[in-house]
């Protein structure tokens, strides 16, 4: 189970900057495959040996200036319910705002760890200036500069001890299947479409001491556990016009899935949240199948879902090889289907080639289509294998590996794709120098 650490405070505290930071900035802001600019508040984080996620409540701030303050009494309370950790950042230099007051107020019933920040103490003589936070009741707090990264370290150090060790999840065999998507697409019915009534539970197994929780269904002569979340089940008072919402709820469950059941809303586009979700899923190396629901909906012509899909692959370039089905869960159409694809995709990112069988098929095509010369120079693969990891990885030895560029990756994984099906399965292509 991955921690989830959440950033929130007022605007300008420096929220992003200590984001940034938390995650050394490995999110690269352009993606480079797609040249698109991508607005990220959700990234990984490292510190002495221990993972956990971290999450930007700020960036999704939006809405004029009079519902501000409400936008950001939302997002606390989201991570209050959502996260496990929490990062209250203020600003040294503007003291204590009502805003804060009011955010410390919310924190202050709260049984999750939070950490009290003061930001922007770049020197020495602010450190003064920070002891009127005391005031805020939180108790102790972190002096840290986002900008110079002083204190940084020891409020990391002080967060990775409240996680506990990777406990190895449970070895069930199972497809551990997560339905994600935004507010209305259909989720809750098609959940209810696939399991029917209650009495399709198998077992109800609670997962660890946090909320995730592992359900067992028998359906359709598939054996599946659903990843729900207790946030999932509950109605949540805040309302679920947010992005931020959608995005903090899909975190978790996707963490803790094999395969993320992405549910589309047919009579609205494929928009920056369904993106969000999908990349989601697709950092984290999670099998996807992406559901156009409400099919029953749409005005249908010869080329409807030709055109629909074609604009959903659009979308999601350049990790486009994932099916697409389009589904309804008023009439049930191919909801039998859908999950179906899910195991399947299950099983593609189980895969393993053997090593010998992946050179015989893999190194012919790499040494009749090798990576083109540079600077007279000729790169040369040797061999390749598959990793021992979780999710499909492999390496290819060669001569000169900082000579092979993205368009050859690519190359060299739609070939793998087209011989070994990767179907729906984020695979990750390494070059190394042997
Ligand atoms: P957010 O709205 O809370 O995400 O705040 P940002 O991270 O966008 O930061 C707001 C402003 O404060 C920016 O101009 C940052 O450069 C600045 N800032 C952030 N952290 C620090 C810091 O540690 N020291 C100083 N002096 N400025 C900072
Ligand atoms: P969730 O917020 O993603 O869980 O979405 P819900 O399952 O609550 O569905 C939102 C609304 O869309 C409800 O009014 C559903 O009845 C409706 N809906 C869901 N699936 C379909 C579908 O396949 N066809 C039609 N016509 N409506 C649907």
């Not at 099983?347 to 090593?355: A, D, H, L």
């Not at 979780?390 to 050859?408: A, E, G, S």
Request: net charge neutral; aromatic share 10%.
């Amino acid at each position: 189970m991955n921690t989830i650490v959440a950033i929130v405070g007022r605007p300008n505290v420096g929220k992003s900057t200590l984001f940034n930071r938390l995650i050394q900035r490995r999110e690269a802001i352009v993606d480079s495959v797609s040249g698109v600019t991508r607005d990220r508040h959700y990234g990984k984080s490292e510190w002495n040996g221990k993972q956990f996620s971290v999450i930007d409540t700020g960036g999704y701030a939006v809405g004029s200036d009079d519902i501000f303050e409400e936008e950001i009494r939302k997002q606390v309370q989201l991570a209050i319910e959502e996260a496990d950790i929490i990062v209250f950042v203020t600003d040294v230099t503007e003291g204590i705002t009502p805003m804060d007051t009011e955010v410390a107020n919310l924190l202050r019933k709260v049984k999750k760890p939070v950490f009290l920040t003061v930001n922007k103490v770049d020197n020495a003589m602010r450190e003064d200036d920070a002891y009127e936070f005391y005031n805020l009741g939180l108790g102790d707090y972190h002096t840290i500069s986002s900008i110079n990264g002083s204190g940084t370290g020891d409020l990391l150090d002080e967060i990775v001890k409240l996680i506990p060790e990777e406990e190895e999840v449970a070895a069930d065999e199972l497809p551990r299947f997560a339905v994600v998507g935004r507010p209305n697409a259909g989720k809750s019915s098609f959940i209810n479409a696939l399991i029917g009534e209650e009495r399709n539970i198998v077992t109800n197994i609670a997962g660890t001491t946090r909320d995730s929780i592992d359900t067992k269904y028998n359906r359709f002569g598939f054996d599946f556990n659903l990843v729900d979340t207790a946030g999932i089940r509950r109605k949540s008072k805040v309302k679920e016009d947010l992005e931020f919402y959608s995005v903090m709820r899909a975190v978790r469950a996707i963490e803790y899935c094999d395969v993320a059941i992405l549910v589309i809303d047919a009579t609205r586009s494929f928009e920056g949240q369904d993106q969000n979700i999908f990349w989601l899923a697709e950092k984290n190396k999670k099998g996807i199948v992406i559901l156009i629901n409400k099919w029953d909906l749409v005005e249908k012509e010869t080329n409807t879902v030709k055109e629909y899909e074609a604009m959903v692959r659009r979308e999601i370039a350049p990790f486009t090889d994932v099916p697409i089905i389009f589904i309804s869960t008023i009439t049930k159409q191919r909801i039998f289907k859908a999950i179906e694809t899910a195991v399947a995709v299950f099983e593609n990112r189980k895969k393993r080639i053997s090593t010998s069988k992946l050179n015989e098929t893999m190194l012919e095509i790499v040494q009749n289509y090798p990576p083109p010369a540079l600077k007279g120079k000729f790169v040369k693969i040797k061999y390749c294998m598959q990793l021992p990891t979780p999710t499909p990885q492999f390496v290819f030895f060669c001569n000169l590996p900082q000579y092979v560029k993205d368009p050859y990756k690519r190359f060299v994984e739609n070939k793998m794709r087209e011989i070994y099906n990767f179907n729906g399965v984020p695979i990750v292509i390494y070059f190394r120098q042997k």
